[in-house]
């Protein structure tokens, strides 16, 4: 089983709808966990925190279920530049260092 | 200028060529990190530094070195490669001892095509 699994997509959303992402992690003992948004050809960037109690900023909440080992993206009123991929990120304890793990990642194709 | 910047942006290298690859933060992080991203996977983590000491080194094969002079500096050496060895290289910096649990700020990330 993957350490983070993602539907790998594509999801083609017409502008305005709303669309969820759900992502699954298979480490219990994970501890911290992120949404980060890829455009194409571009490096990763922090889209946002995951935190227990949920968590939103503007159009985008994010979601955390422990006991499911289970995060969610929900993105209301999509928009043309809300096209990407986007990467579920887990991290795990481990030594001097926490390793972040990712996944494969999920396209968004938001369309006019 | 500011971020975190990598040279060169593409790169085509013949097996047994030896090639750098180089990462510099101007975030005044501590902490430097070199991924592999093939098509159709996730992110690999290979190398982290933390305070110019290697703390991870994942498994990865030899003819990968880095090195890492100061905090700001990052290099990936590059020696008879294969061409599986063919991705986009991606650097990044965070803050703080506890690594990972804080942002991590990634380059522009090299494309490498080994031939």
């Known amino acids: 089983r993957k350490e983070v699994e993602q539907d790998p997509g594509p999801f083609n959303v017409p502008e305005g709808a709303t669309v969820a992402f759900n992502c699954t992690y298979s480490n219990s003992a994970s501890q911290s966990f992120f949404w980060y948004r890829q455009d194409c050809r571009k490096e990763p960037k922090l889209l946002m925190s995951?935190?227990?109690s949920g968590n939103e900023d503007g159009r985008f909440t994010a979601q955390l279920n422990r006991a499911s080992q289970y995060i969610s993206l929900l993105i209301r009123d999509s928009k043309l530049s809300d096209s990407a991929t986007y990467l579920c990120v887990v991290t795990n304890y481990g030594g001097a260092t926490n390793k972040l793990i990712f996944g494969t990642g999920t396209l968004l194709a938001v369309q006019p | 200028e500011t971020g975190v910047t990598q040279t060169p942006r593409h790169l085509v290298m013949g097996m047994t060529n030896k090639k750098s690859l180089k990462c510099e933060q101007h975030?005044?992080?501590?902490?430097m990190y070199w991924y592999k991203q093939s098509a159709k996977k996730p992110l690999e983590l290979m190398f982290v530094?933390?305070?110019?000491?290697?703390?991870e080194n994942n498994s990865v094969p030899s003819r990968f070195s880095p090195e890492c002079p100061n905090s700001s500096h990052l290099f990936l050496h590059l020696h008879t490669l294969q061409p599986e060895d063919s991705a986009l290289y991606l650097c990044?910096?965070?803050?703080?001892?506890?690594?990972?649990?804080?942002?991590?700020?990634f380059g522009p990330g090299t494309r490498l095509t080994v031939t």
């Open positions: 975030l005044g992080h501590n902490a």
């Open positions: 995951v935190y227990s």
């Open positions: 990044a910096s965070s803050q703080g001892r506890r690594l990972s649990s804080y942002e991590q700020y």
């Open positions: 530094y933390s305070l110019e000491e290697r703390v």
